[in-house]
């Protein structure tokens, strides 16, 4: 049983490696429902829960909001103002109406842009990319919450061990087979594998809150936390990297910060900012060339981790058929 406890952190390592290829919300909702949280249910959860996401989204709704709010004014001011006109039949100020509403027309099409700006420029942008952050470290937590676990179980499986020779090492110190003094190591050894496991425990229980709040629940929930997903060895296969570096051009938030930044300038402000660009789109690709071989490193150590527990659990199948036989202590 312990070799095969054994094997489950190392499974579980390969298995993240493989696959990284309350708050309320404005809508009065809370993620609070749910019996488990589940890996496929992260992004909802975060975009529509998360506190940090929640403060980035009320930031960019409060500054668009006030454009909007500013043009709406414009436009009552004119509509007013033509009314006024229609119904006084003043037509001495026609011409002045005019020119006051012209000049309305013009600042609300100025308001127009800055509305169409803030939709998609930089505010936008630093939205998606706090979802995507926060996406990100959901996901980040959920797989170092199971890569507890499976440690833990290992280390329990280990302190069970321990504590077993412990035991008999007491019994034979009693019957003088063993020292005192060897009976008393194995006492240090059953307590510190102990130790490791409250440790483990205390760690899964950090990372479970920060889970559970980046998600929207309260830190004292009793909700589950769901399995990971089998990695899809296909997903890998699919992989074209090439391709992948095209579509990161426009993905990238920083190489598009820079791009979007003021052109203006001298021409060896220009110059340098090309070159800026230029070390970013270099620096990227390096990246993702990277985190490829990582991939396919991740996926060679979950095929091997998987074939590894199958071996351990055909020798403990064996194992056990030979104690129902009497054939193998359990000593």
């Not at 609300?108 to 420029?121: H, T, Y």
């Not at 990161?248 to 052109?263: C, D, H, M, T, V």
């Not at 990227?284 to 659990?313: C, F, H, I, K, P």
Request: hydrophobic fraction near 35%.
């Amino acid at each position: 049983m312990v070799r095969i406890r054994r094997i489950v952190p190392a499974l579980m390592s390969a298995c993240l490696a493989f696959s990284a290829a309350g708050a309320v919300s404005s809508s009065g909702q809370t993620a609070w429902g749910a019996q488990a949280i589940q890996y496929s249910d992260l992004p909802e959860l975060v975009k529509t829960y998360s506190p940090q996401v929640q403060m980035e989204r009320t930031l960019y709704e409060t500054r668009l909001g006030r454009y909007e709010s500013a043009r709406e004014e414009m436009m009552d001011t004119r509509r007013r103002l033509r009314e006024d006109m229609e119904k006084n039949g003043d037509s001495d100020g026609a011409s002045n109406y005019r020119a006051q509403a012209k000049v309305l027309e013009e600042a609300a099409k100025d308001m127009d842009k800055q509305i169409r700006s803030a939709k998609g420029s930089s505010s936008t942008m630093s939205l998606r990319r706090m979802e995507d952050t926060m996406i990100w470290t959901a996901q980040s937590l959920m797989g170092t919450y199971h890569s507890l676990r499976a440690e833990q179980e290992g280390a329990l499986a280990e302190a069970e061990l321990m504590q077993g020779k412990y035991e008999k090492a007491m019994r034979q110190a009693g019957l003088g087979m063993v020292s005192q003094a060897a009976a008393d190591e194995a006492g240090k050894a059953a307590t510190a594998a102990a130790n490791k496991v409250q440790s483990l425990q205390d760690d899964m229980e950090r990372v479970r809150k920060e889970l559970l709040m980046v998600t929207g629940y309260p830190g004292d929930s009793q909700v589950q936390i769901g399995m990971l997903p089998a990695p899809d060895q296909s997903r890998v296969d699919g992989i074209t990297l090439e391709a992948d570096k095209w579509r990161a051009l426009g993905n990238n938030y920083e190489l598009r910060q820079q791009r979007g930044s003021s052109s203006g300038g001298t021409i060896k402000e220009h110059h340098v900012r090309q070159r800026t660009i230029e070390e970013g789109e270099a620096t990227m690709y390096g990246q993702m060339d990277t985190l490829y071989q990582n991939v396919l490193a991740g996926r060679t150590m979950w095929q091997s981790a998987v074939t590894a527990q199958a071996a351990r659990e055909a020798e403990w199948k064996a194992a056990s058929n030979k104690m129902d036989l009497g054939m193998l202590s359990r000593q």
